[in-house]
Structure formats: structure tokens, C-alpha cells
């Protein structure tokens, strides 16, 4: 079905998809560059409009999450080669974002309004903060075999693919999930709180909260020295980590 450089190629389309997402994101929660933001276009009633926002974030849910689990990788890879699997993915992923952003309803009202200009200015910055978080920790853990880049190159020049080994640079060392304090940061660093960005807000906080639970299932499965990792490293916030540390240094000196 895919011969090596129409793999490559597609997998250069769907990381393209994925980049246009991507920065079309950072306008829509930010209101400014885009054509349509997270406040902008015509109200509808209320509840019509909460129905197909929260339709749209639950649509990308079940998405991101069940395309992700080893399960339906078994099974979805019986259709699609493996080489393409992650490529895949992340279209699917960048598609359900463009249709959020599409057809997304702002709903009125303002949560709060940031008026001291330092304070705007503190979570302007927060927000580029997080954009920032979120970039450099997906290098930090290969960007590119993330992305699918990686998957479709070894299959171009004829290498096989190999799992990435287990490991916590830099900011993984102080919490197990960096990449999502990240988009935390990004999706509550808003000067001006409207309701449709506080549904946004509180429907993703939620679906990080719960995603990070089979996540991490699916990370001891794969990586056997991530349960300790995980009873030693705190989940979003660095609280505890070096008491952690001490209780488990305390812990092999006894032993």
C-alpha cells in the first residue's frame, strides 16, 4: 500500500497538518492572528452552543486517547502499516483540532478580566511560557518519533524501527508530566477569562487529569522502571519530589 517514499511523503504531510494545528492553536486560545478565535464569531443560544463545544472536545478525546492505546494500535495496524501508524495518528489528531477550531461557539460572558496592565503582561508571558514548555520537552523526549517523522525516515533508508529506551531529562526529573504542565499553563494564562475559555480550560484539565491515568498504565507495561519512576517523581507539580528522594535514598541505605 505504501511503497518507502510515499510513506515518507505522507508522513511529511502529517506532521505539515500537524504544525498548521499547532500554530493556528497558539491564535485561537491567545484571541489574535486568526480568523476565528476561541471569543470570535456569531452567538447562538447558549445551550446549543455549550452542546457542540462540549461534542467537539469530547470528539477529539475519544480520538487522542483510544487511537493511542496499544490495543487499537494492534488492531488499526492491520490496516495500516506500521511504518504510517504514528503518522496517521497524528493527522487524525490535527483534523479533530481544525474541526474544533472551526466550528468551536463562543458563548459570552467574562469569567474575570485582568485590568492591571503588569499582570496582563505576567500572564501574556505564562501563556508564551507554556507554548514554550510544551515545544521543548517534545524535543526533549524525540519531537520527531512523537510526530511519526522518525517512523517514516528509518522506513525510507531501510532500517527497522526501535523503541525509544525509557529516560528523564531535564525537566522530567522533577515531575513525570512536563509536557502537560505545559498546556496547563497555556490553557488557564488567559488576561481575559470568558466562559467558552473556562469550558475549554476545565474539559481539558479534565482530560489530562484522566489520560495521564492510562498513560501511565500503558508506560509500566511497556517500561518496567517506570512504576519506581513513577512512586519517586510527582505527577504535575515538583511538590515533594526531593522529600521523595531522600525517603528512597533512606530507604537503600537501610536495605
Not at 23 to 29: H, K, P, V
Not at 82 to 93: D, G
Not at 142 to 171: E, I, K
Request: proline content about 5%.
Amino acid at each position: 500500500m505504501f511503497g518507502r517514499i510515499t510513506a515518507f511523503l505522507y508522513g511529511v504531510v502529517c506532521y505539515l497538518a500537524f504544525l498548521a494545528s499547532f500554530l493556528y492553536a497558539i491564535g485561537f486560545l491567545g484571541n489574535f492572528w486568526v480568523p476565528k478565535s476561541i471569543d470570535s464569531g456569531p452567538q447562538m443560544p447558549f445551550l446549543y452552543a455549550l452542546a457542540i463545544n462540549l461534542g467537539l472536545l469530547g470528539l477529539f478525546a475519544v480520538q487522542h486517547s483510544v487511537m493511542a492505546r496499544p490495543w487499537f494500535k494492534k488492531a488499526w495496524t492491520r490496516f495500516v502499516p506500521m511504518p504510517v501508524e504514528r503518522s496517521t495518528y497524528v493527522l487524525f489528531s490535527s483534523l479533530a483540532l481544525l474541526l474544533l477550531f472551526w466550528k468551536w461557539q463562543p458563548m459570552g460572558g467574562v469569567v474575570w478580566r485582568v485590568e492591571s496592565i503588569s499582570a496582563w503582561a505576567a500572564l501574556i508571558a505564562l501563556y508564551g511560557l507554556g507554548w514554550l514548555t510544551v515545544l521543548v520537552t517534545t524535543f526533549l523526549i524525540n519531537h520527531f518519533d512523537l510526530f511519526g517523522l522518525r517512523q517514516v525516515w528509518l522506513y525510507l533508508t531501510g532500517r527497522p524501527y526501535t523503541q525509544l529506551a525509557f529516560g528523564t531529562p531535564g525537566p522530567y526529573r522533577l515531575v513525570r508530566h512536563p509536557l502537560y504542565v505545559g498546556w496547563l499553563m497555556v490553557f488557564w494564562s488567559a488576561p481575559v477569562m470568558t466562559i467558552a475559555h473556562l469550558v475549554f480550560a476545565l474539559a481539558t484539565t479534565a482530560y489530562i487529569l484522566i489520560a495521564i491515568q492510562f498513560e501511565e498504565r500503558d508506560l509500566v507495561r511497556a517500561h518496567g522502571e517506570y512504576a519506581e519512576y513513577r512512586r519517586r517523581v510527582p505527577m504535575i507539580l515538583p511538590i515533594g519530589s526531593s522529600s521523595r528522594r531522600k525517603t528512597m535514598q533512606a530507604r537503600q541505605v537501610v536495605q
